[in-house]
Each structure stands twice: as C-alpha cells, then as structure tokens.
C-alpha cells in the first residue's frame, strides 16, 4: 500500500495567514493526488484533484501543487471558515489510501 | 444535484454482518464508481471499496475477506456489507461517488466528488 505521510499534522493560525500542508508519498504517484477539508461531524469535501485542479465551487485561495512524492495545499489567505481538518488523498493505486490528516485551528 | 443519503442500523453485535445503504438521488448512477469510506472515532479515513455501475467491484484488501458491495441501479442504492464484525469497526460510514479521469499519459485515476452525510455504526453487545 502506498503511505502518505501529512506535515504538519496540527497548525496555528490567524485569519489572513498563508498556510501550507504538506503530504508525502512513500513511493511516485505523479500528479494523482486530491486533498479534502473536513469539518467536525461533517463529511469530507473535496477541494482539489489531480494535483493541482480545483474542484467546481472551491475558492481560488485554495491552491495544489506537486508531483512524484512531494505535494503541497497552500491557502493564501486563511478565513474563518478554512478551519477544518484537511487529508491528502492518492488516487490510483489500490488500496486508494488517505494521510494522517492536518488540523488547522485558529491561534 | 446529486445527493447521497446513507441508511442502517446505527448498533451491530460483534460477530454480525453491518449492512448499509446508500441511496443516490438527483443523478443518474451510470458511468460512475460508487464508494464506501469509513472513518473511525477521532481517526482518519479508510477507503473499504467501490462498486462500478455496471456491478464489478474492488475491495481493500485489509478488509476483502469480509466485504461486500452490491448496486441496485433500479432503486438508485448500491450497499455494504461487512460480515464478523469488531469493536474496531466502529466508525463513521460514508458512502461517496468516485469518478474516474484519464491522464494525458493514459492511467486512469479515481476521486470522491459526492459524500453523503455519514452514518455512526457502533459495534457492541
């Protein structure tokens, strides 16, 4: 099974902060990678796939970037409502399999 | 828009079968993979499986031996069932619709579009 590892897996932040979550695969996946946000007693939500495409709806202060092992989701400027737990997803090997998650609170 | 609306008994004993449903509304189920994902209390998500419309399913393999998903495109539902069950399948059961891509170097890829709300499954005696 393919191990995606989240850093950090909890952060601190102020509304207007640029905030960066970092997954890690334990082996290439090239670009097939989603993240989701996910708020408490809610289901996740999917904000962006093959990388770096942003789902339909998704404000454009989320972005993704990366390939191979090293992925990134960068929120430009973090608002109130960006509070959330955020997983990584890889998207072609099976088992389909999800990082640890990133809690994001508000400092 | 699509909506997906899971549905189940909510306490299994250990050693039964946990049977789910998920009811699709608002959308076709063709030319879709539909999935289920569990999420136990406080941890992180695990895909358990999906099912083509068509009927061909892939399974976890951590969990093949005692899973099924089965579709019934004419009542717009597709189901779980995950026979001998624990303690350690106590968890939040999200049902979600996959769909698959193709990349420009022609591998196929799979992402979950559409969850439903989930459903609390809590084994116990």
């Known amino acids: 099974d393919i191990q995606l590892t989240q850093s950090p897996s909890f952060l601190s932040a102020s509304v207007g902060d640029r905030v960066t979550i970092t997954c890690r695969a334990s082996?290439?996946?090239?670009?097939?990678l989603a993240w989701y946000q996910q708020k408490p007693g809610k289901a996740p939500k999917l904000l962006i796939y093959?990388?770096?495409t942003l789902q339909s709806g998704v404000p454009s202060t989320f972005s993704g970037s990366g390939y191979g092992t090293e992925f990134t989701l960068t929120i430009s400027s973090l608002q109130p409502e960006d509070f959330a737990t955020y997983y990584c997803?890889?998207?072609?090997?099976?088992?389909?399999?999800f990082g640890g998650g990133t809690k994001v609170e508000i400092k | 828009q699509v909506q997906l609306q899971e549905s189940g008994p909510g306490l299994v004993k250990p050693s039964e079968t946990l049977s789910l449903t998920c009811t699709v509304s608002?959308?076709?189920?063709?030319?879709?993979?539909w999935s289920w994902i569990r999420q136990p209390p406080g941890k992180g998500l695990e895909w358990i499986g999906y099912?083509?419309?068509?009927?061909?399913?892939t399974y976890n393999p951590s969990l093949k031996s005692r899973v099924t998903i089965s579709v019934d495109t004419s009542q717009n539902q597709f189901s779980l069932r995950l026979s001998s069950v624990t303690a350690a399948d106590t968890a939040v059961y999200y049902c979600?619709?996959?769909?698959?891509?193709?990349?420009?170097?022609?591998?196929?890829?799979?992402?979950?579009?559409?969850w439903g709300k989930g459903t609390t499954v809590t084994v116990s005696s």
């Open positions: 979600a619709r996959a769909r698959e891509d193709i990349s420009r170097m022609g591998y196929y890829y799979y992402y979950m579009d559409v």
């Open positions: 608002g959308g076709s189920m063709s030319s879709y993979y």
């Open positions: 099912i083509y419309y068509t009927g061909s399913t």
């Open positions: 082996q290439g996946i090239t670009s097939f």
């Open positions: 093959a990388a770096s």
């Open positions: 997803q890889q998207l072609n090997s099976f088992p389909l399999t």
